[in-house]
């Protein structure tokens, strides 16, 4: 499951946990750095706030570089610090995760 469709079926404000959180369980993380809450547990990337321009542009799409469905093009905001799956996560990654979290 990607990282979008994980926010489109969950509740994002706890699909996404604040770094202050995260450093909790890993100490000294920064934007970027990779970690691993449990064995099991998909590779998470640090991911820092800001804002990004997704989607293609019109130019791009009459192009050929991109595809209609990517249009359009807007400014994304991310508010706060957050913690992203490198890869799609399995479902015994977040089974792990899981359990990982209830037993603490």
Do not use: W
Request: hydrophobic share 35%; net charge positive; glycine share 4%.
């Amino acid at each position: 499951m990607s990282a979008h469709s994980f926010q489109k079926k969950t509740n994002t404000k706890t699909a996404r946990p604040r770094l202050s959180s995260l450093t909790r369980c890993v100490p000294g993380l920064k934007p970027k750095a990779a970690f691993r809450e449990c064995k099991n547990c998909p590779e998470m990337r640090v991911v820092p706030s800001g804002e990004f321009l997704m989607g293609s542009s019109k130019m791009d799409i009459d192009g050929g570089l991109a595809q209609a469905n990517e249009a359009p093009q807007h400014k994304v905001a991310v508010t706060q610090t957050v913690a992203v799956a490198r890869y799609e996560v399995t479902r015994d990654q977040f089974a792990a995760f899981i359990e990982e979290r209830l037993s603490a």
